[in-house]
Nanobody
Framework: QVQLVESGGGLVQPGGSLTLSCAASGFPFSGYAMGWYRQAPGKERELVARIRSGGSTTYADSVKGRFTISRDNAKNTVYLQMNSLKSEDTAMYYC??????WGQGTQVTVSS
């Protein structure tokens, strides 16, 4: 049974930083791409960043230079380091596996 468990969300001031984690289990993690998506109220879910099994990465234009996705295959965990956060980054953030599974989401709120 595939499980994706996100953690690390919270309330942060503009300009601040957060690191999200997604612990995966139930599938051969190292062989699959992993991604982070987000969905703000009233908006569609969008790709934030993706990391392939070989380590190459893709970012949404809106987060390039501010967010970094990484993975630790020994820990079956994917991370999203978010710096210089803006109010428009406020959303529910979801972990997604290359097998098509979703985590339950973790809320990120950027507000003063």
């Amino acid at each position: 049974q595939v499980q994706l468990v996100e953690s690390g969300g919270g309330l942060v001031q503009p300009g601040g930083s957060l690191t999200l984690s997604c612990a995966a289990s139930g599938f051969p993690f190292s062989g699959y791409a992993m991604g982070w998506y987000r969905q703000a109220p009233g908006k569609e879910r969008e790709l934030v960043a993706r990391i392939r099994s070989g380590g190459s990465t893709t970012y949404a234009d809106s987060v390039k230079g501010r967010f970094t996705i990484s993975r630790d295959n020994a820990k079956n965990t994917v991370y999203l380091q978010m710096n210089s956060l803006k109010s428009e980054d406020t959303a529910m953030y979801y972990c997604h596996s290359g097998m098509g599974d979703w985590g339950q989401g973790t809320q990120v709120t950027v507000s003063s």
